[in-house]
């Protein structure tokens, strides 16, 4: 028992939750682990000189966020929803990968399983994530040279007040494995530009939506844009696919 008459609370450090989770989660870090703390999801305890202490219980719930970001792609809030379930008894459903409607006759139809398509669902806004560019930098595992380079040629825009969300993750991550192909930032200014021009179409077509003042209206020009965007992300895809058939005799 503590001074205080409350039992002491024996638990793990950060760095030997991290040594646990490193295992089935490679890219998890420190800051990660801390930034999940900051948004609720995990609540370790502290020593008297304020150093966190993990139950096995927390190492367990660290792993049930991770694993729920990386298989189904939810977002922070949707987690802690189901965090907050089974902090209440009941058991929270990890719902399987999504295949978007439009595509479920497409399956089996000779041409492969079409679910990595986009669905509208994939563009839904998620305010969840504010990153510092330190967080970006250890999360993507880029250095500030790169991370330059992607801001200087518009692939990663930080928000106006200077943090980063974990779309700028993904799009660091992808860049840094096409750098290993001799690729290099500059060479991918033509897709920011096509994906500018094809925002800028989808903008004309919801625009007179969103100029009703009624959330009706809004809830509306929200769920065209992100159907819009899915069909829009999606043809990009199957012209690049078509292309490559081309380019090899496939």
Known sequence: MTAAGRPQRDGLSI???????RGEFPDVTISKIRF???????QPGRTPSGYRQFTAADVERLRFVLAAQRDHYLPLKVIKEQLDAADRG??????????????????????????GLPAPGDFATDHEVRLT????LA?????????DELCQYGLVRPG?????????????????????????PRHLRAFRASADREVGLLEQIVAPVYRHRDTEARARGDELVRELAALSVTLHTLLVKAGIRGVTGG
Request: zero cysteines.
């Open 133 to 136: 560019q330190e967080e970006l």
């Open 36 to 42: 999940l703390e900051s948004e609720g999801l995990v």
């Open 90 to 115: 009941l058991e929270p459903a990890m719902p399987a990968p999504r295949l978007p409607r439009r595509l479920v006759s497409l399956r089996g139809a000779g041409d492969g399983d079409r679910s």
């Open 15 to 21: 760095g030997a939750v991290l040594a646990q989770l």
């Open 160 to 184: 106006a007040a200077g943090f980063y969300d974990s779309d700028a993750v993904l799009i660091a991550r992808t860049v840094k494995s096409m750098t290993e192909f001799g690729i290099e």
């Open 139 to 147: 999360e993507a595992g880029i250095d500030t040279a790169l991370l």
